[in-house]
Every structure is written in structure tokens, then in C-alpha cells.
């Protein structure tokens, strides 16, 4: 797909088998990874990397020592899920060095955001910025990944639901922090939608699902890049997830919880509920408490601090948390149908 616009992605090197034998071609290298990727991927990449990485925490302090025993290199290879794509993006930003971009599993994001996730003092903070050059989607070695984590990749789509009704909702109560754009909402609705019509090629992983979820993510970029916010697809379910990761702390995968997000604030908006849950069930997300060990009176003690959660917060955006108040009843009601 031609993608007009800036998608964080300065080069693309798609395809089935696309990881194979391009180490050789990377100059002096340093992998940032972790042990699992990287014993899927160092036969099929070759070459001799300078140096290997491994995450070992995303608190800056770690990565600024791990930054210090870096040798010399031209370009920093990250390989793996968000962290270790993070770390990778984090090191080039710092060092000032290529960035390569190796997903080995879709599960968030990371590979085509430009700023680095990391926490100062287990706080989430994004820093820096990187464009991968290229960003390599081996299809062979995305599937190598348990199909649930690559469907857990449309969560930040299908946030797009509940995130640009949400900003919607704030603009109508003339408490939108950015300017208002419908273009910008319709645009990320028709992401939405062409995901949608690719349930099935999501679900069974196959070279277009996944490569449905790349574009979509792409896509994003165009819209929210230019805006500098991601408004369009992030609001009340990822807050939901941040009192969830703050309350139980411990961390979550991040397609999941996202899904119980939508699941629970679309109610909460009465936006078309049904719709997105049939889509989450066909796609096979995995969005239900159970998988994620979220016990029933967690959930509801996270529900009924939701707002207090987000009022003690002002950079969050204003969103149907701040505009509902979620009742006992309606919590009752609402987690009737979820599974514990
Ligand atoms: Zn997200």
C-alpha cells in the first residue's frame, strides 16, 4: 500500500523471508533484543553483530548505563517486542546512529512510533525520536510469535473507537486540548473500518492480516504525526489501563487490556458496543479479565476510582470519564457478561 504523508518509516523491506541475510548489509551493528527474539532471528539475519543488548529495564537510568558500554557502530538493529524495540530506538536517538527495526511479534506499536517508551521512576515517559530505515516485516518470522500476541497488534487500532469518540465528546463540551479535526477522525474511522474488513486475515495471521495491521499503524501516523497527539486513537480505555497498571503493578499486554478498555468505556459512551466487541470476538483479541488474571472486584474497584484517577491527572485529555459517572449499578451490570 502507497502511504501518503509522514509514517515514521524511512524505509520499508517487507515480505515473507525479508530478515534473511540482511545483517551482512548493516555496516558495524549493536542488537538491542531480548533472549527469545534473538534465538529466532540471528541465523536468518547473519552477519556478526558488534554487540548484543538485552533488555534488561526501561528505567532511563539503566539505559543511560547499558548506553555507556556501546562500542563504536553505524547502526542500532532492534529485534523483538515494544521494549526492545524502545531500547534500540532510544540508542540511536542518543547515539545519533541508523535505526533498524526488526518486530517479532506486532503487539504494540513501538516499531513505527518515534519516541521511545521508557520510565523514570516506574513512571511511563516517551522520549527522543527515530524513524526505522528500514522497518523490516518478515511475515515467517512474525508468525514464529503466538498468534494471540500478533492479534493483540489491532488494539491500538480498535482504540480508535472509543479514542476518537472521546474527542469528540470533549470538542462538543469545548474541552478539547487540541484543535478539533473531523478529517483527523474520519481519517483514523477509515483505518478503523479497513482493519475491520480484514477480520479474518487478522485472525488467522496470514502475510495480509498482518500486514493490515503495519499499514494500519502507518496510517496512524500520517494523522497523528503532524498533530504531535494521538488523540484519535488514545482516551478513556487506555486510562482505564493506566489505573489498572497502577492499581495491580504489574504490566499488561498491551492489545488486551486496551480491548477491555474498549470493551468497558464504549458501554460507558454508549457508542455502538456491540459492534466493536463482535469484531474483538471474530478476530480472536483476547480482551477478557481471565486472560489477563484481572480479578472481578479489582476491576471494580479500578471502575469506581476511574475519575478521581483521572482528575488528580490534568495532562490527561478530558474523555466520557470525566463526562459519565459510573455507578455501582451500572458497574453490575456492565461486567455481567465478562469473564473472571
Ligand atoms: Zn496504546
Known sequence: MEIEGNTNVASQRFGAGSVEAFGPQL???VVATMDVPW???RDRLGGQPAAVVAVESMEVDVLERQLATLPDCDTIVGIGGGQAIDLAKYFAWRKGRRLVSIPTILSVDAFVTP?????RNHQVEYVGEASPDPLVIDYDLLRTAPADLNIAGVGDLLSIHTASYDWCLAENAGRSEYPFSQQAVDGARKILADVMAQAAEVRSCSDAGLQAIVD??????TICLPRKHYRVEEGSEHYLFYELEERLGRPF????IV??????MSRLQENAPDEITAFMDEVGLRYQPVDMQIRRDDL???LKNLRSFVELRPHLWH???NERTITPGWIERTLEDLQF
Open 27 to 29: 555496516g558495524r551493528f
Open 216 to 221: 494500519g499503524y502507518m496510517r496512524l501516523n
Open 300 to 302: 471494580v474497584s479500578s
Open 115 to 119: 519516541a521511545a517508551g521508557v520510565r
Open 253 to 256: 499486554i498491551h492489545g488486551y
Open 259 to 264: 480491548g477491555l478498555g474498549i470493551y468497558l
Open 39 to 41: 534465538e529466532l532471528t
Open 319 to 321: 474523555t466520557v470519564i
